[in-house]
């Protein structure tokens, strides 16, 4: 049987509406977009890691617990929670499109299992390495000072879907030598936080270097896992229309303070038709502004 899609109105949209903000489960929400339909998804998951532990924050130990978004539900079900959001990009993604799935190794080697099952060709495991990492503090093991990026297709070896890779900018990036496929990126500042931050925020150079070499101006960006927004500003500012997705109300209010600074002063819009009465979404739909594409 068929699942109904569930209507899901954009909480932001811009002033030519190929760009839009949704609040909503992911899963929800990439039902309502057509097969087949999206350039380049950049995304990157929960790494379900809320399970009461410690790390180190600003040279304090404290809670691991980002929120409930974040726990795991032991290895089979979070296996299938992989599984079926990827299950869903796949089906959007055009043959010829791209997708970049962040991980550490906690969610990566699910992450890619399900991408192989699900029949995704990984072109590139990019490793970020973070130059500053925190300390371990149970010093039983090496510091934690990687992410890697995987960038996959759905067109099998030698298809006639060509995807993008625009290798001669990466190349000329990396000063005339080939790119590799380890970045020294650091992360996000304080003027990417100027308006609040997420806890897994990830810094803008990475996803800006990923759209670069994957996407040209006017491809369709998606993320269903938005955050703090980071793929919708990096799309912005590459002048590549965006579909994000957030389910928190909270981090939505933060994407959208953050488009908002990006594009000037805001007029507000009339409902899309979200009827929800809960306080931080009235608060969304009356902050909601437009944008003008391409204003950097
Ligand atoms: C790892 S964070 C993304 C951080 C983002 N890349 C950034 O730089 O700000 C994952 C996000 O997915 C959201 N999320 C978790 N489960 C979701 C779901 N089922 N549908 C939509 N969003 C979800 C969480 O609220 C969280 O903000």
């Not at 790494?47 to 980002?66: E, H, P, Q």
């Not at 290798?167 to 609040?196: A, C, H, T």
């Not at 007029?267 to 902050?287: A, C, F, K, S």
Request: aromatic share 8%.
């Amino acid at each position: 049987m068929r699942i109904q899609p569930v209507l899901v109105e954009p909480v932001w949209a811009s002033d030519d509406g190929l760009s839009q903000v949704f609040h909503a489960d992911a899963l929800d929400f990439m039902q309502t977009l057509p097969s087949d339909s999206v350039d380049c998804i950049w995304t990157d998951p929960p790494y379900l890691l809320s399970n009461d532990g410690t790390t180190c924050v600003a040279g304090k130990r404290t809670t691991v617990n980002k929120g409930t978004w974040d726990k795991s539900q032991g290895l089979q079900l979070d296996h299938e929670f992989h599984r079926s959001w990827l299950a869903e990009c796949h089906r959007i993604l055009k043959p010829t499109g791209t997708i970049w799935v962040t991980g550490t190794l906690h969610v990566y080697l699910s992450v890619g299992m399900a991408m192989l099952e699900l029949g995704y060709r990984i072109l590139n495991d990019i490793t970020w390495e973070k130059p500053n990492p925190p300390p371990n503090l149970g010093c039983r093991c090496f510091t934690h000072s990687t992410e890697t990026v995987l960038w996959a297709t759905k067109a099998p070896k030698g298809s006639r879907h060509k995807y993008t890779f625009n290798y001669g900018e990466m190349r000329q990036e990396n000063g005339g030598r080939q790119m590799k496929s380890v970045w020294n990126i650091l992360p996000p500042g304080r003027d990417e936080k100027l308006f609040g931050k997420h806890p897994t925020q990830k810094p803008l150079a990475l996803v800006d270097r990923c759209l670069r070499a994957s996407t040209t101006a006017g491809d369709l960006v998606v993320d269903p896992f938005a955050g703090s927004g980071v793929t919708g500003i990096a799309a912005l500012r590459l002048n590549r229309p965006f579909i994000v997705c957030e389910n928190e109300p909270e981090y939505v209010d933060l994407t959208i303070r953050r488009l908002q600074a990006e594009c000037g002063p805001s007029q507000p819009q009339e409902n899309h038709g979200l009827q929800d009465e809960h306080p931080v979404q009235r608060r969304l739909l009356e902050t909601r502004g437009t944008y003008v594409p391409h204003c950097r």
